[in-house]
């Protein structure tokens, strides 16, 4: 500890990156003091951890983007339809010089411990420097900034370098002349190996589960679109809210089942050119119904049988899961990739890795590498959570409260955690959403509970036990009305061995947000105010 004098605050948010940066300033507009406790030793949070070559959004950028403020979306120009890494994060430091908030952020202070005392009201919350109290706690620790690092046999014995996507080095990595082995092919992967390859002497991709992936034909910002965009940026954010997936430019209602196959080709063939991950919405059933979801796979299939030259190599990459059943992906180039000499594909499936030595890894042949790249994804919506020691009220660890699967009441409260919020968290849209639109949506949400408490002289707010439950029920219904539930996935849990398998996010940003205005118009309906022992 630096300094053992306990720090006070009305609000602790830990996590400086989209969602932190803008809770701090809209609590500042509120009239209260507040902190953000952030580990990395800059703001940022996926767009400072992410650095891996080829790192971007694939939401397009008008609407992957803070929407608070006129001024700052009429001002600030993106080059690139769909931005990359080192432009997010000059926007996020942007938003946080322009709204004057640094000041208000501590660095490479990791939370690891956060403890309601009943009899106070209070938070103590502690960090590797410090100690802190509070009356509000928001955890705004984001949905993939745990990195899943699986513990391979020999990968300690490994000489040469290991880096992971998610932790990307900041110096700028060259792989010209080396070896490189990459392990995972979700986005983080399908995204860099494209660049890699540009550059290694050698590519080794281990795949476990082949991903759909959609081109994202990316390209220089179109000013025409922008134009019209920024000429009625409030209706058009406004649309977010009314797509499913909270996509603006992704809205059709049309059906597979109700429309001519021809039409239905011609539409792929036009959404594969343009749409990137719009191909999942160009038609409602695709993510409902499994027969309409079986011909858009088909369609991509068709795709990549006809980009990959070696057949063998192309039915390697071709899913046999429902499409959007794990996280859609949207590439520049990836599967031309594998039309490189010095590209190679490994099958997993059929040959597990079975050692990693100080020079190679082992698989279906013994593969000498120089660098290993671990895209091996993350644990995700509940690890930050879970790995922090929170406890409540009668001393209840969220750990142990969530063994058995995360609960929450609408991703933002959870039972016997008084005044703790989460942003985007469990039991909310978060990662099957446009998470701009979403997170602004949750602090706009939380900001406005606690200046509706301060207004009513309420002290403490909690979820209901009940309320939570049914929530977590009705997530659950409309989950098994759609295609996500039986794809091993990290929305459900099932890429970490340990974890509790259970599907999180809510599904359909619409009815979320017409559950939110319902539950305020109800004075918080389901939280349960100054609850009583
Ligand atoms: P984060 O950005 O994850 O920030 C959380 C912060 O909390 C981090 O800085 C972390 O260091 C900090 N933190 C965590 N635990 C602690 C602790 N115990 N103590 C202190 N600090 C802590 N979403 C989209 O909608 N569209 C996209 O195109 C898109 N692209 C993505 C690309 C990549 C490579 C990844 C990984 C994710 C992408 N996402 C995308 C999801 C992305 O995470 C969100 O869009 C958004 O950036 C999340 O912001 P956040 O502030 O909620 O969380
Ligand atoms: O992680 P992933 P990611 N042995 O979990 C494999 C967002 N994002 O970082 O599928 C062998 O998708 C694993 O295999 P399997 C986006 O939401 C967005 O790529 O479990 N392999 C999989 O192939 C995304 O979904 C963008 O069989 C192992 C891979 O590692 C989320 O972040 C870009 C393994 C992990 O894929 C996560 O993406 C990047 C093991 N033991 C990220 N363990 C955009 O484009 C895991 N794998 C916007």
């Given amino acids: 500890m630096n300094d053992q004098t306990i720090k006070e605050f009305d609000a602790i948010i830990v996590g400086a990156g989209f969602a932190g940066i803008y809770q701090l300033l809209k609590l500042r507009r509120l009239g209260l003091s507040a902190v953000i406790l952030e580990k990395a030793d800059q703001i940022g949070g996926t767009w400072h951890w992410n650095r891996y070559p080829g790192a971007r959004c694939d939401i397009p950028s008008l609407e992957y983007s803070y929407q608070f403020d006129e001024d700052l979306q009429q001002e600030w ?29 501590n660095f490479e202070e990791e939370v690891s411990k956060a403890t309601f005392i009943e009899s106070e009201s209070k938070w103590y919350v502690e960090t590797s420097k410090n100690k802190y109290e509070t009356r509000f706690c928001i955890f705004a620790t984001g949905c993939l900034s745990v990195p899943n690092k699986p513990n391979f046999n020999g990968l300690e014995n490994f000489e040469g370098e290991i880096l992971q996507t998610s932790t990307w080095p900041q110096e700028e990595q060259n792989f010209s002349g080396k070896k490189v082995a990459i392990i995972g092919t979700g986005s983080s992967a399908i995204q860099s190996i494209p660049l890699i390859a540009e550059q290694a002497e050698e590519l080794y991709v281990f795949q ?82 499994v027969d309409a979801n079986a011909v858009a796979a088909n369609f991509v299939r068709n795709k990549i049988k006809g980009i990959v030259k070696d057949p063998h190599t192309a039915a390697l990459l071709s899913p046999d ?116 639109p979403s997170i602004e949506q949750h602090v706009n949400w939380i900001t406005d509970c606690i200046d509706w408490m301060i207004k009513n002289e309420k002290k403490v707010i909690e979820s209901s036990a009940t309320a939570e439950e049914d929530w977590m029920v009705l997530v659950n219904e409309i989950a098994d009305m759609t295609i996500f539930t039986d794809t091993k996935s990290w929305y459900n849990g099932s890429n970490i061995e340990s974890k509790a398998k259970a599907f999180l996010p809510f599904i359909g940003v619409p009815v979320y947000t017409e559950k939110l205005e319902e539950v305020v118009s109800e004075n918080y309906k389901g939280f349960i105010f100054d609850r009583v022992n």
């Avoid at 990359?84 to 322009?98: C, F, K, S």
């Avoid at 792929?268 to 160009?282: H, S, V, Y």
């Fill in 321 to 436: 899961y429902h499409i959007g059943g794990k996280r859609l992906c949207v590439d520049t180039g990836y599967f031309e990739t594998f039309n490189k000499e010095n590209v190679h594909l490994i099958n997993l499936k059929e040959n597990p890795i079975s050692e990693i030595t100080s020079n190679s890894i082992n698989s279906d042949e013994v593969y000498e590498i120089d660098t290993l790249i671990l895209a091996t994804g993350f644990d995700a919506m509940t690890g930050a959570l879970t790995n922090i020691d929170i406890s409540g009220r009668d001393n209840i660890k969220l750990k142990d409260q969530w063994k058995e699967g995360a609960k929450s009441y609408l991703g933002l409260g959870i039972s016997n955690f008084p005044n703790l919020f989460t942003v985007t968290g469990p039991g909310s849209p978060s990662v099957l959403s446009n998470m701009m």
């Fill in 77 to 105: 120009n993106w080059s690139e339809k769909y931005s990359a890494q080192p432009e997010i994060l000059e926007y996020i430091n942007h938003v946080a010089d322009r709204f004057e908030l640094r000041d208000g952020i």
């Fill in 208 to 289: 476990r589960t082949p991903n759909y992936s959609i081109p994202s034909n990316n390209g220089p910002m179109d000013k025409e679109v922008e134009k019209q965009v920024k000429s009625r940026y409030p209706e058009f954010r406004k649309e977010n809210y009314l797509n499913g997936f909270g996509i603006a430019a992704m809205s059709d209602e049309a059906l597979i089942s109700e429309s001519d196959p021809e039409e239905v080709n011609a539409n792929f063939e036009e959404n594969w050119k343009n749409a990137g991950l719009g191909f999942f919405g160009g038609y409602a059933d695709i993510p409902l119904d």
